[in-house]
């Protein structure tokens, strides 16, 4: 597959050089030639450098590897060139105090598709610190990172997916991009978490076989009544969320 990445820093470091490692052609582009070139040459392999309408140009998927809002720019410029291509988005708008900077809008990822509209916007990689990437696989007591993928073209996706599964990892569907922005605000969360509380956030969700409690495990009725323990507005929702104090109560 051929990769332009558009962005010299760490997260373009260390996914474009999971992708090298995999057999990919992969174009480095930065609006700093110097930088390109620096990053090209410490990936090695099929890496070279260029300019960002070069990466966007060589590329049948582009990675977006850049801060929230400089990407949304660059994307605008090169929007021709994007035309039919996968874009995908890793970035998060988090703030000061992790507040995400796109509450009460279009995500990130939507206002990058906005910018590109010919573009393919897929939404992954932006729920871990980019050394989590760097690792070779990503793997925690025996088990793959598994990375949400959101998207709405299905051979985007396709894509998309093989790149995780080259980094060791496993893809799980994340929804259609309207859903992007909710991987954003999980974003969010975590590094609020991590970084502001010191906390484990892969400690504040059950294992999925306990997801509706342990009652649920041996239980009739499958999928469906296990939805609708968790549907807002139904009996079983507002008796789970009242037992587990997670809604409030309502009131006429």
């Not at 995999?22 to 392999?45: P, Q, W």
């Not at 009544?225 to 507002?238: I, L, M």
Request: glycine fraction near 14%; charged fraction near 20%.
């Amino acid at each position: 597959m051929r990769i332009g990445v558009l962005g010299t820093g760490n997260m373009a470091d260390a996914l474009a050089t999971h992708w090298v490692q995999a057999g990919h052609d992969v174009t480095i582009g930065g609006r700093d030639a110097h930088k390109a070139e620096r990053l090209a040459t410490r990936i090695g392999g099929s890496a070279k450098p260029g300019s960002l309408r070069a990466a966007a140009e060589s590329g049948q998927v582009v990675l977006a590897a850049l801060p929230f809002g400089a990407g949304i720019g660059v994307a605008r410029d090169l929007h021709a060139a994007l035309e039919g291509k996968v874009l995908l988005d890793c970035s998060n708008p988090v703030g000061p105090g992790f507040r995400l900077l796109t509450e009460g809008g279009p995500s990130a990822a939507q206002q990058l598709a906005a910018a590109a509209p010919g573009a393919h916007v897929v939404k992954a990689f932006n729920l871990c610190h980019e050394d989590v990437w760097r690792m070779r696989p990503p793997v925690f007591d025996g088990r793959p990172l598994v990375v949400p993928v959101c998207g709405d073209d299905e051979t985007a996706l396709v894509r998309v997916r093989e790149l995780v599964r080259d980094m060791g990892c496993e893809p799980v569907a994340g929804g259609g991009l309207e859903r992007a922005g909710l991987l954003e605000a999980t974003a969010a969360l975590f590094i609020a978490l991590w970084v502001g509380e010191g906390a484990d956030a892969q400690a504040i969700a059950p294992p999925l076989a306990y997801a509706a409690g342990p009652s649920h495990q041996e239980a009739e009725g499958g999928t469906e009544d296990f939805r609708q323990g968790f549907s807002v507005g139904t009996k079983p929702a507002r008796e789970s969320a009242r037992h587990l104090q997670i809604m409030p109560e309502q009131h006429n």
